[in-house]
């Protein structure tokens, strides 16, 4: 008879998963840093260096309308490449823009700017396919939950993307330099650097694992590309006629009416009084910082609905004190104040943009995961119209009508949110009931 001992014991483990799915959001983090550190920086110049009938600040808002545009057929183009390939694709876009600051004229930067505009498109919506197609992935391979999965990896994400902020403002601080007569040297260089960054982050994208989710699978080649269009065009309006993205669009909207005040109002009316040009780089440095450990807490705390809708109204009410602070008590101060304040508004700034970076991403991720290509293209046409519509305005309007209008539509946008949150709770609560 047999023993226990001679009795083979059969453990059943779980299946191996066939790809690395931590690894991929690594290589996404780092390669977006590398891109996004030379592209950032770039932006937040562009307004200074290339002054010559503004230049700059057109081709910023060329940009951004060709990036509304293009948003709209973006996820089109990444469901028929593949997220990856479409990450791959989108790179090109910025590293010509680069290339066209080398030799700035409206016949180098116009172009460009178009170009950028479509592959910025293809590029954001493909990441937040990518990254959210490897949470659900990496949930389901390990039996997490997918909310908290989610949250991680998009806190890992836009925590090392904010902090291309600050390795960017270092290296322009670094290699700038503010010549007699205004002048400033030593763009050429500075560009070629970004140029090379870009370049390690454009290879890092190659080792990326393909996703064989549904936005990988290529449709029939029989289906014309019209027929494509048509289609896309009607999943558009479908998900337009969803009452959870119309109440998240306000919100999405503002997001990029945060982003915008920043670069073309914060740099403009609020550093460069109190702290002169050479400042513009050390207080995105910390505004960069603040956003990127913001992200990181953010998404580390992120589990569900619940978690998401606490984090979105602190941010936003940590956004509100400082707009009220704007409009109501701000005024230029001299000596350590006037160093201290506008640092300060920019770290609390940079706070409100890691929550609702992490939360927006997340948010789509668990409401709209069966559309994820469709979800992110709305996220992206939507914050990419009110940035564009920032750099037209702004410099027709005053600083004191700029902090209303983000008032008015943080508030706006907030209430929408939490209406839209409220809902979930009671039908989480009938069906728990």
């Not at 809708?309 to 004190?321: D, E, F, K, N, R």
Request: net charge neutral; with cysteine.
């Amino acid at each position: 008879m047999a023993t226990d001992e001679e009795t083979p014991l059969l453990i059943e483990t779980p299946p191996t998963p066939t790809l690395n799915h931590k690894k991929d959001v690594h290589i996404l983090c780092w390669a977006f840093l590398l891109i996004f550190l030379a592209y950032g920086a770039a932006q937040n110049l562009e307004s200074t260096i290339n002054t010559e009938g503004d230049l700059g600040t057109i081709s910023l808002g060329i940009l951004y309308v060709s990036f509304t545009f293009f948003s709209v057929l973006a996820s089109l183009v990444v469901k028929k490449l593949g997220s990856k390939t479409a990450l791959i694709l989108g790179t090109t876009g910025y590293l010509l823009f680069i290339a066209a600051n080398l030799k700035p004229t409206w016949y180098t930067m116009v172009p460009a700017s178009l170009y950028l505009g479509f592959a910025a498109s293809i590029i954001w919506v493909a990441q937040g396919t990518y990254l959210t197609s490897t949470a659900h992935s990496h949930a389901n391979d390990f039996n997490l939950h997918e909310g908290t999965v989610i949250g991680k990896f998009n806190g890992e994400f836009w925590g090392m993307f904010a902090s291309h902020q600050l390795v960017g403002n270092l290296i322009t601080l670094a290699l700038l330099r503010d010549e007699k007569g205004g002048s400033t040297s030593g763009t050429t260089l500075l560009f070629i650097v970004f140029l090379c960054s870009m370049t390690l982050g454009t290879i890092l994208m190659c080792f990326l694992s393909k996703r064989n989710g549904k936005e990988e699978q290529m449709q029939d080649s029989r289906v014309t590309f019209s027929s494509s269009v048509v289609s896309l065009l009607k999943a558009m309006l479908n998900l337009l006629l969803d009452i959870r993205i119309l109440l998240i669009i306000p919100l999405i909207a503002y997001s990029g009416l945060q982003q915008a005040f920043v670069w073309a109002e914060y740099t403009k009316q609020i550093v460069k009084p109190s702290l002169g040009e050479r400042g513009v780089g050390g207080a995105m440095a910390v505004y960069g910082v603040f956003d990127a450990i913001c992200s990181l807490a953010a998404g580390r705390l992120t589990f569900g609905l619940s978690s998401i809708t606490i984090i979105v109204s602190a941010g936003a009410l940590i956004q509100i004190i400082v707009l009220l602070w704007l409009l109501l008590g701000y005024s230029v101060a001299g000596g350590v104040l006037g160093t201290v304040y506008p640092l300060l508004i920019g770290a609390l700034w940079g706070i409100g943009d890691g929550v609702l970076n992490t939360q927006l991403s997340a948010l789509l991720g668990i409401l709209f995961k069966h559309d994820l290509e469709g979800a992110f293209a709305q996220l992206k046409l939507w914050q990419s119209a009110s940035i564009a519509v920032v750099f037209f305005i702004s410099s027709s309007i005053s600083l004191q009508t700029m902090v209303i209008i983000l008032f008015a539509a943080l508030c706006i946008s907030l209430a929408g949110f939490l209406f839209l949150m409220l809902q979930f709770e009671k039908a989480f609560s009938y069906h728990a009931s």
